[in-house]
């Protein structure tokens, strides 16, 4: 049973800059993806990153390329999500989960495990 708890979370201006960690416990041999989806009031899910556990290959969202980078620390079991001017639209929970998919591009089709979540809110 994998468990993920996420932090790093906070009120920012924007154009600002925040990294979030997910601390990773736990064993699954099943899980191929892990990677970050955000949800905002409203709105539904939207997979922002993830990153493949096999050969570290990274994909992102339109709406975040360039402005966010996923990255792992396996000697820590940390998932981490480098954020960079951070925009207004950029408000909400951020969960990091895992995926039984190796399809990155629909990775969050196939979630199986996730945390509470870390909220983001970007304001002046």
């Known amino acids: 049973q994998v468990e993920l708890v996420e932090s790093g979370g906070g009120l920012v201006q924007p154009g600002g800059s925040l990294t979030l960690s997910c601390k990773i416990s736990?064993?699954?041999?099943?899980?191929?993806?892990i990677g970050w989806f955000r949800q905002a009031p409203g709105v539904g899910r939207e997979g922002v990153s993830c990153?493949?556990?096999?050969?570290?290959?990274?994909w992102y969202a339109d709406s975040v390329k360039g402005r966010f980078t996923i990255s792992r620390d396996n000697s820590k079991n940390t998932l981490y999500l480098q954020m960079i001017d951070l925009k207004p639209e950029d408000t909400a929970r951020y969960f990091c989960?895992?995926?039984?998919?190796?399809?990155?591009?629909?990775?969050?089709?196939?979630?199986?495990?996730w945390g509470q979540g870390t909220l983001v809110t970007v304001s002046s």
């Open positions: 989960a895992t995926s039984s998919t190796t399809w990155l591009e629909g990775w969050d089709r196939y979630l199986e495990a």
């Open positions: 736990g064993f699954s041999a099943d899980y191929y993806t």
């Open positions: 990153i493949s556990i096999s050969d570290d290959t990274t």
